[in-house]
């Protein structure tokens, strides 16, 4: 009987960039302790799955799944080795009711639990594909989940409110040294959790210690937890210029904010965004496009308070489709079920056309990086 653990990673198409998806990415040791463990290469992007070799034809295949095709992937392989379990779990499986086979598993819970040892019980000792050991790539990501859940919860087109009792995964004794496991020019690491608290600021990111050419992303709530935070943190944060702020304000107008119950105002991203840039740290920002109750005057706030960047930063697009249902091309899910919320299917043709415009106004602002 053989166990075989597989994690996908991409390397983006005409880029040196390389992204290790995260599943077995904090639990690499505890996985290896069980049996082998293989990368398979996949453009996310990409709708041809990959074929699986397997070296047994009994045994069972332990699956980390990311994106939603990462689950099309595993059910194609269960139908391809009847005789061979599969275990899969990950962000694709949590988020979604699939269909089920005799020779699948599917696991909500964490892998640690899986096991029965405790959650971060083991080191993070992930290892970089073999194949991409001694290429000079100028970035490789990869993510080491610290506790997976938000303290808010509940803005409306959020698929992790729908989740968060299954993914609770708090993280005591956190490792705060890092070094490098590649050649990248830049290595980073993404420490997954949708909102970081005050108490991992004090806990995670002051004691934080970095090999050279590392950074830390983390993602932050643009709420005043969060501009508390900030503010007392900071100025403590040795490593504070190795760390990039993502922060989703989603739109810039309080109407749009007060829709989608962001429990924030402008006042407040105004002020964390002052801060940042009062201590010059890297921050990247996300919005979303596709809402259904677009107004001019949406659009006419959201541009005025883009002038609150004054200094480069990358901004993300997510379409409100993406984030209410999640990614990927997968013809295994069933259809929303009536608990997600997706009203880009309830826009009219005035609507997405206003859309369209945001979509301009964002990409258009002259100092964002993309
Ligand atoms: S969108 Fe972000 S802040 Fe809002 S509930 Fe989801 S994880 Fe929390």
Excluded at 17 to 24: P, R, V
Excluded at 63 to 90: L, M, T
Excluded at 188 to 194: E, G, K, L, R, T
Aim: proline share 5%; hydrophobic share 35%; net charge negative.
């Amino acid at each position: 009987m053989k166990n075989l653990f597989v994690q996908f990673y991409t390397h983006y198409k005409h880029q040196s960039k390389y992204d290790l998806f995260n599943g077995f990415s904090d639990t690499w040791d505890l996985c290896k302790s069980k049996g082998d463990m293989i990368w398979i290469s996949w453009d996310w992007q990409d709708e041809n799955i990959p074929e699986l070799n397997l070296p047994f034809s009994k045994g069972t295949v332990y699956i980390s799944c990311f994106f939603e095709n990462h689950v099309d992937a595993a059910y194609k392989w269960s139908e391809e080795y009847p005789s061979v379990d599969f275990v899969i779990g990950g962000p694709g499986v949590i988020f979604n009711e699939i269909q089920s086979r005799d020779n699948i598993e599917y696991f909500r819970c964490t892998v640690e639990e899986y096991f029965g040892v405790n959650n971060f019980s083991y080191e993070w000792k992930l290892e970089i594909p073999q194949e991409i050991e001694n290429v000079n790539m100028d970035i490789l990501r990869y993510n080491y989940g610290i506790k997976a859940t938000c303290y808010w919860n509940k803005c409306s087109y959020c698929r992790l409110s729908l989740v968060e009792s299954k993914r609770v995964r708090p993280l005591h004794n956190f490792k705060n040294s890092f070094k490098k496991i590649s050649r990248a020019k830049e290595e980073i690491i993404i420490f997954y959790n949708p909102s970081i608290t005050p108490d991992m600021f004090k806990d995670f990111l002051v004691p934080l210690e970095l090999d050279e050419s590392m950074k830390i992303r983390i993602y932050t709530r643009p709420d005043k937890k969060t501009y508390m935070a900030c503010k007392t943190f900071f100025p403590l944060i040795k490593s504070l210029h190795k760390i990039n702020f993502s922060i989703a304000p989603e739109f810039l107008s309080q109407r749009m904010l007060d829709f989608m119950n962001k429990g924030t105002t402008i006042e407040t991203v105004t002020d964390i965004i002052k801060l940042y840039n009062e201590y010059d740290v890297e921050y990247e920002v996300n919005f979303i496009v596709g809402w259904p109750n677009l107004t001019e005057n949406d659009l006419v706030h959201m541009q005025n308070n883009m002038s609150m960047f004054t200094k480069d930063i990358l901004i993300n697009l997510f379409l409100l489709k993406i984030s209410s249902e999640g990614m990927g091309f997968s013809s295994i899910f069933p259809p929303p079920d009536g608990k997600r919320w997706s009203p880009i299917d309830e826009c009219s043709e005035e609507t997405i056309s206003l859309n369209i415009k945001l979509h301009e106004k964002v990409k258009i602002f002259p100092n964002s990086l993309r």
